[in-house]
């Protein structure tokens, strides 16, 4: 079943760079609507926990570190088709083969340091939104 709901988190990279409000902007450009909206800083535990689909892959501990180093922006975003069109915002997660225009050609630094996270999937949007958002802090 497809929503028009997906979740997304400005990284450390990003907001350490200063890039959130522009990112922001290309986000309602492209016509989402911002649901919900906060600046956090994850714990290593909350971190491992986000991440654990990928607890057996070798970047685990490096992903984990990284997302915990800093603050990050997570958000809410609304919109018809909206993780479809929002992983085509954001772009190849590898920002040298990201599209001219997404948001990691933009901004990312590199592979691993890549700006924006984006959900893959409907259900795991709703699973990504409520690990970082009470229900109250839902609109």
Known sequence: MKTN??????????????????????????????????????????????????????????????????????????KENAVEDFRTLIGSTNPAEAAEGTLRKLFAESLSKNAVHGSDSDENAEIESNFHFAGREQF
């Open 5 to 78: 709901r997906t979740f997304t988190m400005i990284k450390p990279d990003a907001v350490e760079n200063g890039h959130i409000g522009a990112i922001l902007e290309k986000i309602t450009a492209a016509g989402f609507r911002i649901v919900s909206l906060k600046m956090t800083q994850l714990t290593v535990a909350d971190a491992e926990a986000f991440y654990a689909v990928h607890s057996e892959r070798p970047f685990y501990g490096e992903l984990c570190e990284f997302m915990s180093s800093g603050p990050i922006v997570s958000a809410i975003l609304e």
